[in-house]
C-alpha cells in the first residue's frame, strides 16, 4: 500500500500562484509515475501532469507554460508549482502514485481561484 497526503491549497486570485506538495509513504518502493489530477464540480476528474521516475515530466495542454511539477525521489515527494492561475483551474486535486500497475489516490487539496 501507498499513503499520500497532499497539502497547500487555498484561496487565490486571478493571476496568483500556488503550490501543491504531495508526500507518499508505505510501500513506496519504485513508484513509477507520480502526478496530478483535478476534479471540478459537476466534471469528470482530468489528468493534470505526471513527474516519471526516471526524470521526465508531461502536461496537459490546460496547464502547459503555467504549470511546473517537481519529483524528489529521496524524499518521496512530487509538488506542483502553479502560476498565472484561472478560475477555470477551481477544482480539488489529487495526488496520484502508480506502482505495480496499482493507481493510488491521496485524499485531494481544494484550489479555488477567484476574486
Known amino acids: 500500500q501507498v499513503q499520500l497526503v497532499e497539502s497547500g491549497g487555498g484561496l487565490v486570485q486571478p493571476g496568483g500562484s500556488l503550490r501543491l506538495s504531495c508526500a507518499a509513504s508505505?510501500?513506496?518502493?519504485?513508484?513509477?509515475?507520480m502526478g496530478w489530477y483535478r476534479q471540478a464540480p459537476g466534471k469528470q476528474r482530468e489528468w493534470v501532469a505526471s513527474a516519471y521516475r526516471g526524470g521526465s515530466t508531461d502536461y496537459a495542454d490546460s496547464v502547459k507554460g503555467r504549470f511546473t511539477i517537481s519529483r524528489d525521489n529521496a524524499k518521496n515527494t512530487v509538488d506542483l508549482q502553479m502560476n498565472s492561475l484561472k478560475p477555470e483551474d477551481t477544482a480539488v486535486y489529487y495526488c496520484d502514485a502508480l506502482r505495480g500497475g496499482t493507481q493510488y489516490w491521496g485524499q485531494g487539496t481544494q484550489v479555488t481561484v477567484s476574486s
Open positions: 508505505g510501500s513506496i518502493f519504485s513508484i513509477n509515475i
